[in-house]
């Protein structure tokens, strides 16, 4: 598996010889190229430069989201699909054409237990896009990515966070900081941070809770469940280090919300996170009595 420090999206010197066009005909090339700078770069939030251009998608029966984002400033608009679902390429790839972008790259926040990911589909679909998922989630991918990685899409990039508890290799992509940058910024939380809520941990994880109070109960130390207790534990220390200390204005974008929500912020998660908020301890209560 290739692993790289620093995602740098291959983009051609001389785009024009190589952007996908909508069509072979130059009269729609040119009536298409027309409508695309009509369309400008419109972002669901009001506050986005220009040159990211990005597109909240559902899909209803896991009530999940994939995020498209493009830089549109960039004269090929490379563009990444976080999260995409199986079910909804076919339409996240029509989005993806219609816009004029160039999508380079499929990336999982975690190995989704709800869902097949798209990411396979979508690379059948478009040969040279590239899979991403984290070094830690230890699945299959074209890339594997480590805290402190950037994922490059022209000049913009999302930067690798450690986030596990819901699953040991969840990440959260966060969009980088700087003048020509997002603002504010946005982060990408997967199943790690869910609006007023967080992830189960009953994944991945060997039912931890029950396991710790049977040891606990009968006094037993074990060492083969300590990563167990300590994912589990680093569930809210993670989630505060690499989350909560964003700036507060940060965009909060899960990959599920089951009561209509589409965003929040940072702020407002560090104050209404129903789990998040809480010490080690009372989460585990919390989780363990779901
Ligand atoms: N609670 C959901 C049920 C679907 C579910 O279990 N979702 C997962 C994320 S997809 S693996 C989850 O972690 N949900 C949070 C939770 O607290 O259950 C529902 O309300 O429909």
Not at 35 to 63: I, V
Not at 234 to 240: A, D, E, M, R
């Amino acid at each position: 598996m290739l692993q790289l420090r620093f995602l740098q999206a291959s983009l051609s010197p001389k785009p024009h010889l190589t952007f996908p066009l909508i069509s072979s005909s130059g009269s729609l090339r040119i009536s298409q190229t027309k409508l695309r700078s009509q369309m400008g770069s419109y972002t669901t939030s009001s506050q986005q430069p220009s040159k990211l251009l990005f597109r909240q998608l559902f899909e209803k029966e896991s009530s999940t989201y994939t995020y498209l984002l493009a830089n549109a400033s960039h004269p090929e608009k490379p563009a990444l699909l976080v999260d995409p679902v199986d079910k909804t390429v076919d339409r996240d790839l029509a989005l993806v054409k219609d816009l004029g972008l160039k999508l380079i790259y499929a990336i999982n926040t975690h190995v989704h237990a709800d869902h097949v990911t798209g990411t396979g589909l979508i690379k059948t679909k478009v040969p040279g896009v590239k899979s991403i998922i984290s070094k830690a989630s230890d699945a299959k991918a074209d890339l594997v990515v480590e805290p402190g990685d950037k994922i490059c899409f022209g000049d913009l990039f999302l930067v690798v966070r450690a986030t596990p508890g819901h699953t040991l290799g969840c990440v959260t992509y966060v969009t980088g900081d700087g003048p020509s940058r997002p603002q504010p910024r946005m982060a990408f939380t997967g199943d790690a941070l869910l609006i007023r809520g967080c992830g189960r941990t009953d994944f991945q994880m060997k039912c931890i809770i029950d396991i710790v109070w049977e040891l606990v109960s009968h006094d037993i130390s074990c060492s083969g469940v300590a990563c167990c207790v300590e994912v589990h534990s680093n569930y809210i220390s993670q989630v505060h280090s690499q989350i909560f200390t964003l700036p507060k204005d940060t965009l909060v974008y899960p990959a599920h919300d089951y009561k209509g929500f589409t965003v929040s912020t940072v702020g407002e998660e560090m104050l209404f996170n129903a789990r998040l908020t809480k010490d080690e301890e009372a989460f585990k209560n919390i989780m363990a009595s779901k």
